[in-house]
């Protein structure tokens, strides 16, 4: 059965930096592009960033360029977001995704990490 | 960046009646769009891609159409088990957008 854990999901002071992982099971890691989608508490759902199943072609939202980094470990099958400078305004659950670059949809979600910006 | 509209932003049903949402796009994504399901409390799912393939498992109630920038999400027969939150997405250009979503309520 494939699955998808994130974690790393904190409370953490704006300006700060932290990293989600995503392990992943159940599907051949290696051979599938992957995405971050988020939502903030009680809002829709916002792209933040996606890379092939290489790990080549990062694109990003531009409201997280420059600050975020996404990046993968295929050998073992984790993906990763590394934050920074984070905001107020990056308060979310943090979906890892299946899919979401080369004209992939979406088609397998995470159950999501917290991350809550805050003083 | 491609805006995604979605209408009506609530749409009130009652069981076993029909519903169609509407999905609009600023300029054409030809046929890269996708519509997801969540629940409240749950994790998107997958419902249609391709404006109208349905995804693994998905009831044939569900059904998509469209093309270019107008799109629609039919749901024959509603159930309560539908209650939730549909977004369009459109996956033909960078940044990838969301619509902001219907509500579907049954009454």
């Known amino acids: 059965e494939m699955q998808l854990l994130e974690s790393g999901g904190v409370l953490v002071q704006p300006g700060g930096s932290l990293r989600l992982s995503c392990a992943a099971s159940?599907?051949?890691?290696?051979?599938?592009?992957m995405a971050w989608v988020r939502q903030a508490p009680g809002k829709g759902l916002e792209w933040v960033s996606s890379?092939?199943?290489?790990?080549?072609?990062?694109f990003y939202a531009d409201s997280v360029k420059g600050r975020f980094t996404i990046s993968r470990d295929n050998s073992r099958n984790t993906l990763y977001l590394q934050m920074t400078s984070l905001r107020v305004e990056d308060t979310a659950v943090y979906y890892c995704?299946?899919?979401?670059?080369?004209?992939?949809?979406?088609?397998?979600w995470g159950q999501g990490t917290l991350v809550t910006v805050s003083s | 960046e491609i805006v995604m509209t979605q209408s009506p932003a609530t749409l009130s049903v009652s069981p076993g009646e029909g519903a169609t949402l509407s999905c609009r796009a600023s300029?054409?994504?030809?046929?890269?769009l996708v519509w997801y399901q969540q629940k409240p409390g749950q994790v998107p799912r997958l419902l249609i891609y391709?404006?109208?393939t349905r995804a693994t498992g998905i009831s044939a109630r569900f059904s998509g159409s469209g093309s270019g920038t107008e799109f629609t999400l039919t749901i024959s027969s509603l159930q309560s088990e539908d209650s939730a939150v549909y977004y369009c997405q459109q996956y033909n250009n960078w940044p990838l957008t969301f619509g902001g979503g219907t509500k579907v309520e049954i009454k």
């Open positions: 391709g404006a109208s």
């Open positions: 159940g599907f051949t890691f290696s051979s599938f592009p």
């Open positions: 995704t299946k899919g979401g670059h080369s004209y992939n949809p979406f088609d397998s």
């Open positions: 300029q054409s994504v030809g046929s890269r």
């Open positions: 890379i092939k199943h290489n790990g080549e072609l990062p």
